[in-house]
Nanobody, 122 residues
């Protein structure tokens, strides 16, 4: 059974920084894209950033230049470094990974973490 476990959320003042992590565990063959999504109270879940196995990153316009996504393929972990945080970044941040169960799979199956809360105070 595959699990994605996030860590590193918390309370930070506006203008501050925070790094959140997500590690995949369990039995699987490989991981394709990984990423972070967030959901603020009363809003829909939205994409924050994604990263391919090769390290190509994609960002939402609202976080570009402030957030950096990275991954450690050897440890099946994805990170999100968040700088210059704003109160509007307050949300539950969810880790996503497309995970292949065998070498025969071209596409992986979507897996989600349970989320970690990031609160930015003004």
């Amino acid at each position: 059974q595959v699990q994605l476990v996030e860590s590193g959320g918390g309370l930070v003042q506006a203008g501050g920084s925070l790094r959140i992590s997500c590690a995949a565990s369990g039995r699987f063959f490989d991981i394709n894209d990984m990423g972070w999504y967030r959901q603020a109270p009363g809003k829909q879940r939205e994409l924050v950033a994604t990263i391919t196995t090769g390290g190509s990153a994609n960002y939402a316009g609202s976080v570009k230049g402030r957030f950096t996504i990275s991954r450690d393929n050897a440890n099946n972990t994805v990170y999100l470094q968040m700088n210059s945080l704003k109160p509007e970044d307050t949300a539950v941040y969810y880790c996503h990974a497309e995970i292949k169960s065998s070498s025969h799979d071209y596409y992986g199956v979507d897996h989600w973490g349970k989320g970690t809360l990031v609160t930015v105070s003004s």
